[in-house]
């Protein structure tokens, strides 16, 4: 049996100065294969397309808010349904936007054919727009110089002016008056074919009721829309009165048309006034007053029969009764109708 060969422990500077070969780093252990990170790529490619798509969809059917400088907006692009605006409510509606921000969005659409840089056209929220307008020119803070807004895609001139009816229908308290001048101005610019198409269009969903009052609101703005200085002031019961009257008489709006111009109007009241007075029946002339007939006079009663025996006579502070008909009886007779008369 061969005898084995002990081995003598390793020197520790043998290799000194030997050079050790070079090795090549080994990658992690789990290497991306090519394949691997061009599918990675292209899926990221893919989501981010989708989430673009997505979003101009939103942005499209005007559910993304966006921030639109205030110089960009053209609030002349409806005629507006608004005539006058409180001054109280619109102090209101500027404190609150300055303590909050602005909370609720405003409507526009994108113009096709934009003019001194104005690329949108405003929709609905007026009042936001004026307050955060002057915010900005009382502030000059950045915050104010934006306004958020859904910019929408109507189908049609005709749903514009649906959808800035409907969120006023539902945000302000719009008088009968100008709820019947936007139909009838919307007409006037062609949108619709008449105020009355117009107006069952733009109201569909008030009830029939006021939807006939402000239809016949229209006769007013039709004959005295160029004339009337204060017409929000005007109630329902005044404006009811006023058409019928313009359609049962013959040139009764042209005398009030002239009875409005000669009339000096500094305020609503004035204006009322001499729109009640048209109304006003004319008091009848003492000249042409009937004459009352006189009353004809009663006839006298003439008195009554007495029994045979008996005469009666007045006197101051007496009545005498005399006569053979004068009995006990009678006495107390007398007496007992003298006493039930006192219990009377």
Avoid at 109 to 121: T, W
Avoid at 130 to 159: H, K, M, N
Avoid at 306 to 334: F, M
Wanted: net charge neutral; glycine share 4%.
């Amino acid at each position: 049996m061969a005898k084995r060969k002990r081995l003598s422990p390793a020197q520790s500077g043998y290799l000194d100065g030997v050079r050790a070969p070079e090795t090549k780093s080994m990658p992690g252990p789990f290497p991306n294969a090519p394949i691997a990170q061009v599918a990675a790529d292209a899926a990221a490619s893919a989501a981010l397309s989708e989430l673009s798509a997505e979003m101009e969809a939103l942005r499209a059917s005007g559910r993304v808010i966006e921030a639109i400088p205030l110089d960009c907006i053209d609030e002349s692009h409806l005629v507006r349904d608004r005539i006058e605006q409180d001054d109280e409510e619109m102090a209101a509606l500027i404190a609150s936007i300055e303590a909050r921000g602005q909370q609720t969005p405003i409507e526009v659409v994108r113009l096709p054919h934009p003019e001194q840089g104005r690329e949108y056209g405003l929709v609905s929220g007026w009042r936001r727009l004026v307050a955060l307008r002057s915010l900005y020119a009382r502030e000059t803070e950045p915050r104010f110089a934006t306004i958020r807004a859904l910019v929408i895609a109507p189908d049609s001139a005709q749903d514009t002016y649906v959808a800035m009816v409907e969120e006023n229908e539902i945000r302000v308290n719009l008088s009968h008056y100008e709820r019947a001048r936007i139909a009838y101005r919307s007409a006037r610019e062609g949108v619709f074919p008449t105020p009355r198409v117009a107006l069952q269009t733009l109201y569909s969903a008030v009830p029939r009721a006021r939807r006939s009052k402000i239809g016949s609101f229209i006769t007013l703005v039709e004959r005295l829309d160029d004339t009337l200085r204060f017409p929000t002031a005007i109630n329902e019961k005044l404006g009811l009165a006023l058409v019928r009257e313009i359609n049962a008489s013959d040139g009764f709006a042209e005398t009030l048309v002239q009875s409005l111009i000669s009339t000096p109007r500094q305020t609503a009241a004035q204006e009322l006034a001499v729109l009640q007075a048209a109304l006003a029946p004319p008091a009848p002339s003492k000249a042409t007053a009937p004459v009352a007939a006189p009353k004809a006079a009663k006839p006298e009663a003439e008195p009554p029969a007495l029994p045979d025996g008996l005469s009666v006579r007045y006197q101051v502070g007496r009545l005498v009764i005399e006569g053979d008909g004068v009995t006990p009886t009678l006495h107390k007779a007398v007496l007992a109708w003298l006493a039930k008369r006192g219990e009377r």
